[in-house]
C-alpha cells in the first residue's frame, strides 16, 4: 500500500478535485488547484537537485503557501523541516546546519535573518521565497517564479511507507531535535491511520478519502502553527479526508470567530488553554456566531477543568475533546466532555490508546493508582536524527516488545483512564515530594482573577527546591496573594502551593501555545518575587 503522506493527499486530490482543500484570509484553492502547484513547485526543487531523502526547510507562517510546500517536498520523497519562525540567527544556524538543509522555502519578511546565515550554510543551495506584504530584497527565487510554466503533471517516482517524515522539537528545555518517523509510522499514529476512538486501524489507503465521500466534507479551522506537529496533523489529516483547510496567518482569538462564521467551520483545533482561554473570552466579547461549530479539540496538550466548563456553558451543544501525545510518542489518548458529564477531579484525564502504558522504573506495567512513564508500543518513530545516544535514552523493551517512553508522567486510574501529571525532567523536587507542573497550573488557573500561569520549581535552602509560579492575572484584576494561597490550599496539598510568585503582563509561550519554561526560570531568576509566603518550616 501506499501509506505516504503524497499519496494520501493525491487519494483526496482524484476524489474531490473541485472542494476546497486550504483556505486562509481572503484566498482558497481547491484540490485540484493545491496538487497542481504543489507538482510545479516540485519539478523546480526537482531541477535543482531536491530527491529522495534531500531536507527542506519551511521557514514560515501559516499561508497557503506553506501546505503546497509541505505537499511539493513528499512529492519528491524529500523531507520538509519545520523552522521555528520565532528563532534568531544562532538558533537558525543551528537548526539549518543539524537539519542538513539543501534546500529552503522563506516568506520575504524572513529574507534579511536568512542573508545573514546563508555564508555559513554551503549545503543549502536553494532558496524560495513566499511573497507577503513586506519588500525587503531577498536571495533566491520567488515562489511564484519557481512554479511558472513547469508541468502540472505527477511524474514523480513511486513513493515507500518507508519515506522519511522529521518533526523538530520546540526546544523547551534544550537544543531543538529532529524526532524522525517513517511515513506509515506517523500517519498511523498522528494522521488518522488508527481511528482516535475505537484504537482499529484503517483497512487502507483509500479509507480516509473515502469516508470523506461520505461526509460531504467538513470545513475543519486548525489554530496553531503549521511549525507545530499539532497543526501539520490537524491538516493533513483533514486533505486526507476530502476536508477543507482553514488557517489564520497568526493567531488572533476575534480572528478565529470571524473564520468560523465566514466559512462555517466545523470544527476547530487548538493547543491548550494558552488558546482556548483567550478564544473563548474572545467569543464573550464579540457577537459571533457559533452556529456550524460541531467539535472543539485541543491537540498536544490538555484542557484544564476551569476552560473546559467555560466551553460547556458557552456552547452547550459542542463536543470538547483533548488529547495528548508528543513528537516523540503520537497519539496516547483523548477525553471528551459534553454538557451534563461529571466533571473528572485530580488532574486532566484521558482514556489511554492503543498500545499505551504506564510503566514504573523498572519499565514494569503499574498498577491501578500508582505513578509511572507513559510508554507506546506499536508504531513508534525512529529516533533522534544525528542522535543516536538521545535516541537510546527513550526506548525500552517490554515483553519483547520495544516502547518509547518521551518522559510523560501520569497516573493509572481505576477505570483504564490516565491522569497526565507533566513531562519528569519539568518536576519539583520540594523536601522530597514531588511536584507536577501542570497540575498546579490548572488549580491556579481555576482561581478567577489568574488568566495563565506556569509553575516551576526554584532553589531553597530548606526544601531543595520549593514550587514557584509566574502568573498573569486578568486585565484590570488586583491580585489578592492571601486569597490565591487560599484557593491553592484548598485544591491540592499544601506542599504543592506555590510559595512565590511573580506576576507579568503576559506569561511567555512558544508559537504552539505550548509553555516556555525556560522563559519562565529566567525571569525568576532575574527579577524579585511579587509575592512569598513565609518560610517553610522543615
Known amino acids: 500500500m501506499a501509506l505516504t503522506i503524497a499519496d494520501l493527499f493525491e487519494h483526496a486530490v482524484d476524489l474531490f478535485p473541485e472542494r476546497v482543500a486550504v483556505a486562509c484570509g481572503e484566498h482558497s ?14 519539478h523546480y526543487l526537482a531541477e535543482q537537485g531536491v530527491g529522495k531523502g534531500s531536507h527542506v526547510g519551511l521557514y514560515a507562517r501559516n499561508s497557503i503557501e506553506a501546505i503546497e510546500t509541505m505537499v511539493a517536498v513528499y512529492k519528491l520523497r524529500a523531507v520538509p523541516v519545520n523552522v521555528n519562525y520565532r528563532y534568531v540567527e544562532n538558533e537558525l544556524r543551528y537548526l539549518f546546519d543539524n537539519a542538513d538543509l539543501v534546500a529552503l522555502v522563506h516568506e520575504r519578511r524572513y529574507a534579511e535573518r536568512v542573508a545573514a546565515v546563508l555564508p555559513d550554510m554551503p549545503k543549502l543551495k536553494t532558496v524560495v521565497v513566499i511573497d507577503d506584504d513586506t519588500d525587503l530584497d531577498f536571495t533566491g527565487v520567488a515562489l511564484e517564479s519557481a512554479m511558472d510554466g513547469r508541468n502540472t503533471e505527477r511524474d514523480f517516482e513511486e513513493r515507500s511507507p ?23 509510522d506517523v500517519w498511523r499514529v498522528l494522521g488518522g491511520g488508527i481511528d482516535f476512538l475505537s484504537g482499529e486501524p484503517l483497512p487502507d489507503e483509500y479509507a480516509q478519502s473515502r469516508q470523506g465521500q461520505v461526509t460531504g466534507g467538513l470545513t475543519r479551522l486548525a489554530c496553531a502553527p503549521l511549525i507545530h506537529g499539532a497543526a501539520q496533523w490537524a491538516a493533513l489529516a483533514a486533505m486526507f479526508a476530502g476536508d477543507t483547510v482553514v488557517l489564520l496567518p497568526t493567531f488572533d482569538a476575534h480572528e478565529v470567530w470571524k473564520a468560523i462564521a465566514r466559512h462555517q467551520v466545523r470544527v476547530v483545533t487548538l493547543v491548550g488553554d494558552a488558546m482556548a482561554r483567550p478564544v473563548i473570552e474572545a467569543f464573550h466579547d464579540g457577537d459571533y456566531d457559533a452556529s456550524s461549530l460541531l467539535a472543539i479539540s485541543s491537540h498536544a496538550a490538555l484542557f484544564s477543568a476551569s476552560v473546559k466548563q467555560q466551553y460547556i456553558e458557552a456552547l452547550p451543544n459542542v463536543v470538547i475533546t483533548d488529547a495528548i501525545g508528543s513528537s516523540e510518542s503520537g497519539f496516547n489518548g483523548m477525553g471528551m466532555v459534553v454538557k451534563g458529564a461529571e466533571p473528572s477531579t485530580g488532574g486532566p484525564r484521558v482514556r489511554r490508546g492503543p498500545n499505551v502504558l504506564v510503566i514504573d522504573e523498572h519499565n514494569q506495567p503499574v498498577k491501578p493508582g500508582e505513578t509511572g512513564r507513559l510508554a507506546r508500543g506499536g508504531h513508534v518513530p525512529l529516533g533522534y536524527y544525528k542522535d543516536p545516544e538521545k535516541s537510546a535514552t527513550i526506548f525500552v523493551e517490554i515483553d519483547g516488545k520495544r516502547y518509547v517512553v518521551p518522559g510523560d508522567f501520569a497516573r493509572l486510574e481505576d477505570d483504564d483512564t490516565v491522569t497526565l501529571l507533566g513531562r519528569g525532567n519539568m518536576c519539583v523536587n520540594t523536601a522530597g515530594e514531588k511536584v507536577f507542573p501542570e497540575e498546579v497550573e490548572g488549580a491556579l488557573k481555576a482561581y478567577p482573577d489568574v488568566f495563565d500561569a506556569l509553575v516551576i520549581g526554584v532553589p531553597d535552602d530548606r526544601l531543595g527546591q520549593r514550587v514557584a509560579a509566574v502568573v498573569q492575572v486578568r486585565p484590570g484584576a488586583e491580585p489578592d496573594f492571601e486569597a490565591i494561597s487560599a ?35 529566567a525571569h525568576a531568576a532575574e527579577h524579585e518575587p511579587t509575592w512569598a509566603a513565609a518560610p517553610a518550616r522543615t
Open 29 to 42: 484553492r481547491t484540490f485540484a488547484e493545491l496538487d497542481a502547484r504543489a507538482n510545479q513547485l516540485a
Open 162 to 184: 518507508d519515506d522519511l517524515y522529521i518533526l523538530y522539537t520546540g526546544g523547551t528545555t534544550g537544543s531543538p531535535k529532529g524526532v524522525m518517523w517513517r511515513q506509515e
Open 487 to 521: 484557593h491553592m490550599h484548598n485544591e491540592l496539598a499544601g506542599y504543592k502551593a506555590p510559595r512565590s510568585l511573580w506576576i507579568v503582563d503576559e506569561v511567555g509561550r512558544l508559537p504552539s501555545g505550548k509553555p516556555d519554561y525556560r522563559w519562565a526560570k
